[in-house]
Nanobody, 119 residues
Framework: QLQASGGGLVHPGGSLRLSCAAS????????MGWYRQAPGKQRELVAR???????NYADSVKGRFTISRDNAKNTVNLQMNNLKPEDTAVYYC???????????????WGQGTLVTVSS
């Protein structure tokens, strides 16, 4: 199970920090990341971090967003700076994980948290 938090309303140029925690008896987590879905648009990748620390970002957020991950705590955070109205969306936490050694890797999703950037 993934639990996300940290969304809200912010003015353009402001900052927000999203947090997500994976709970349960997790055997291993591969990648963790954040996706977003704006009204009328498809869900898109925002940022993702591998278990080894490699990160990748959508071009639209490079230089403004930073993803960080704590493997010991099974958490992933997204620091969002210089927010723009086009960043308005529901943000979803994602983790690719397995709950025991013999299980396949599966994608799990958090409940979504709304980020609204507006003056």
């Amino acid at each position: 199970q993934l639990q996300a938090s940290g969304g809200g309303l912010v003015h353009p140029g402001g900052s927000l920090r999203l947090s997500c925690a994976a709970s349960g008896s997790i055997f291993s987590i591969n990648a963790m990341g954040w996706y977003r879905q704006a009204p009328g648009k498809q869900r898109e990748l925002v940022a993702r971090a591998s278990s080894g620390g490699m990160t990748n970002y959508a071009d639209s957020v490079k230089g403004r967003f930073t993803i960080s991950r704590d493997n010991a705590k099974n958490t992933v955070n997204l620091q969002m700076n210089n927010l723009k109205p086009e960043d308005t969306a529901v943000y979803y936490c994602n983790a690719n994980l397995k709950y025991w050694a013999g299980s396949p890797w599966n994608d799990y999703w958090g409940q979504g948290t709304l980020v609204t950037v507006s003056s």
